[in-house]
């Protein structure tokens, strides 16, 4: 097996032009593809850190039918001993913070809105992928205060600190206002989230609803946890503490994040062809104009006892060590580019449909970009090359020693 090595080392090295060939074609494909699974990797990590530490935390916890019932009757099903509740996620050490959240229609300033009541202390731990932050931070204690974001600020012709109108049906029936302070703008990345909702301590919302009901509590953990398992875990173990709870995982309320990862995952596959093909067909053609070109070194070794299996290896093992030199580089050239873009800013990408605001996108370690460049590095080119391979090897010895290939 050494002595193949050697071999397949000394036959790269006496064809460098060839081989330097299939390793750039390689190494272009490899950086192309790091390259863009890169680029899409951190859009999808920006966009679910941006829904998660703005909007839904990892988990959402409903008492039992209330996701189908709060659009009709948003004032039912709210969370029994709530504080109790909150209490026991937040003994867990795998939890960083559980927030409580009450939820209702109103209006602002004739706008229609989504009206939060939020323990602002909690909140402020979950609350931390913003685009715009401006004012002074929201506390329990602002109970004639309100945050919105600055879409919602520009709908409705308000600056920070000016005084705004908030309306809403409380839970007896009647009508209810509130003149409540602008004071803080924060933006998210969801323009849906932006352009409807008011956040308003908890006070105020009972003020205005006329009601303590809490009917969510999101609940925040590390980041590399595995949702699906723990959640099942977390199900179990509230039950047996007398807490019988829908629980929800972000995606599964982030409609808007599987679509654009459905949508980009497409365009990942049609880079992934297009780069597989053009390693396929280089890697081909230039094997089979070098293995043309060793016709008679192929004839000789035949005619001196050695078996075609013997050959056939050998030129595998060459185009095996040409895809790992190519990947090598080709990961090289990839981390150098990476460190470039990121070192200079990143790639200014405009407002895109569903967001509020441009983002500035980064380079980013793709687990998957990282396994299909293993995969084209070391096995495309293991595919082109059979066929050239077999044909020329498949002569016989006389023809191979006159180069009579057909």
């Given at each position: 097996?050494?002595k193949e090595?050697v071999?397949a080392?000394?036959?790269?090295?006496?064809?460098?032009?060839?081989?330097?060939?299939?390793?750039?074609?390689?190494?272009?494909?490899i950086?192309?593809?790091?390259?863009?699974?890169?680029?899409?990797e951190?859009?999808?990590?920006?966009?679910?850190?941006?829904l998660i530490?703005?909007q839904?935390?990892?988990?959402q916890l409903y008492q039992?039918?209330?996701?189908?019932?709060?659009?009709?009757?948003?004032f039912t099903l709210?969370?029994?001993?709530s504080?109790?509740?909150?209490e026991?996620?937040?003994k867990?050490?795998?939890?960083?913070?559980a927030?409580?959240?009450?939820?209702?229609?109103?209006?602002?300033?004739g706008?229609p809105?989504?009206?939060w009541?939020v323990?602002?202390?909690?909140?402020?731990?979950?609350?931390?992928?913003?685009t715009?932050?401006?004012?002074?931070?929201l506390?329990?204690?602002?109970r004639?205060?309100?945050?919105i974001?600055p879409?919602?600020a520009?709908?409705i012709?308000v600056?920070?600190?000016?005084?705004?109108?908030?309306m809403?049906?409380?839970q007896?029936g009647?009508?209810?206002?509130?003149?409540l302070?602008?004071?803080?703008?924060?933006?998210?990345?969801a323009?849906?989230?932006?352009?409807?909702?008011?956040?308003?301590?908890?006070?105020?919302?009972?003020?205005?609803?006329g009601?303590?009901?809490?009917?969510?509590?999101?609940?925040?953990?590390?980041?590399d946890?595995?949702?699906?398992?723990?959640?099942?875990?977390?199900?179990?173990?509230?039950?047996?503490?007398?807490y019988d709870?829908?629980?929800?995982?972000?995606y599964?309320?982030?409609?808007?994040?599987?679509?654009?990862?459905?949508?980009?995952?497409?365009?990942y596959?049609?880079?992934?062809a297009?780069t597989a093909?053009?390693?396929?067909?280089?890697a081909?053609t230039?094997?089979?104009?070098?293995?043309?070109e060793?016709?008679?070194?192929?004839?000789?070794?035949?005619?001196?006892?050695?078996?075609?299996?013997?050959l056939?290896?050998r030129?595998?093992?060459?185009?095996f060590f040409?895809?790992?030199?190519?990947?090598?580089?080709?990961?090289?050239?990839?981390?150098?580019?990476?460190?470039?873009?990121?070192?200079?800013?990143?790639i200014?990408?405009?407002?895109?449909p569903?967001?509020?605001?441009?983002?500035?996108?980064y380079?980013?370690?793709s687990?998957?970009a990282?396994v299909?460049?293993?995969?084209?590095?070391?096995f495309?080119?293991?595919?082109?090359?059979?066929?050239?391979?077999?044909?020329?090897?498949?002569?016989?010895?006389?023809?191979?020693?006159n180069?009579?290939?057909?």
């Amino acid at each position: 097996m050494s002595k193949e090595l050697v071999v397949a080392l000394r036959s790269l090295i006496a064809h460098r032009r060839k081989t330097w060939a299939i390793v750039a074609s390689v190494a272009m494909g490899i950086c192309a593809l790091v390259l863009v699974g890169g680029y899409y990797e951190y859009n999808f990590w920006g966009l679910k850190q941006a829904l998660i530490r703005s909007q839904y935390a990892h988990l959402q916890l409903y008492q039992k039918g209330y996701l189908g019932e709060r659009d009709v009757s948003p004032f039912t099903l709210p969370i029994s001993d709530s504080s109790g509740l909150i209490e026991l996620l937040e003994k867990k050490s795998s939890v960083i913070t559980a927030a409580p959240r009450s939820r209702a229609m109103g209006m602002i300033n004739g706008h229609p809105v989504e009206i939060w009541g939020v323990d602002p202390d909690r909140e402020a731990r979950i609350f931390t992928f913003t685009t715009a932050k401006r004012g002074v931070t929201l506390l329990s204690s602002d109970r004639t205060s309100c945050q919105i974001s600055p879409r919602l600020a520009s709908n409705i012709g308000v600056a920070l600190n000016q005084s705004v109108t908030l309306m809403a049906i409380r839970q007896d029936g009647m009508v209810n206002a509130l003149e409540l302070k602008v004071q803080s703008l924060i933006g998210s990345y969801a323009e849906d989230f932006d352009q409807m909702v008011v956040i308003v301590p908890k006070d105020t919302f009972i003020d205005l609803f006329g009601t303590d009901m809490v009917h969510e509590v999101v609940v925040l953990l590390p980041d590399d946890t595995p949702l699906p398992a723990y959640r099942r875990t977390l199900q179990a173990e509230l039950r047996k503490a007398g807490y019988d709870l829908d629980i929800t995982i972000w995606y599964e309320q982030a409609m808007y994040f599987r679509q654009v990862v459905a949508y980009y995952q497409g365009f990942y596959r049609i880079v992934l062809a297009v780069t597989a093909s053009i390693v396929f067909f280089a890697a081909g053609t230039t094997m089979s104009l070098s293995l043309l070109e060793r016709t008679r070194e192929f004839g000789t070794c035949l005619s001196m006892g050695t078996r075609r299996k013997t050959l056939v290896f050998r030129v595998f093992l060459e185009i095996f060590f040409a895809g790992s030199i190519g990947l090598v580089a080709g990961a090289a050239l990839s981390f150098l580019i990476a460190v470039i873009i990121n070192v200079n800013g990143g790639i200014y990408m405009p407002t895109a449909p569903g967001m509020s605001t441009s983002i500035t996108v980064y380079i980013r370690y793709s687990p998957q970009a990282t396994v299909l460049s293993l995969i084209s590095a070391l096995f495309v080119p293991l595919a082109a090359v059979c066929i050239p391979a077999r044909r020329i090897l498949s002569q016989s010895v006389v023809s191979l020693l006159n180069k009579e290939i057909q």
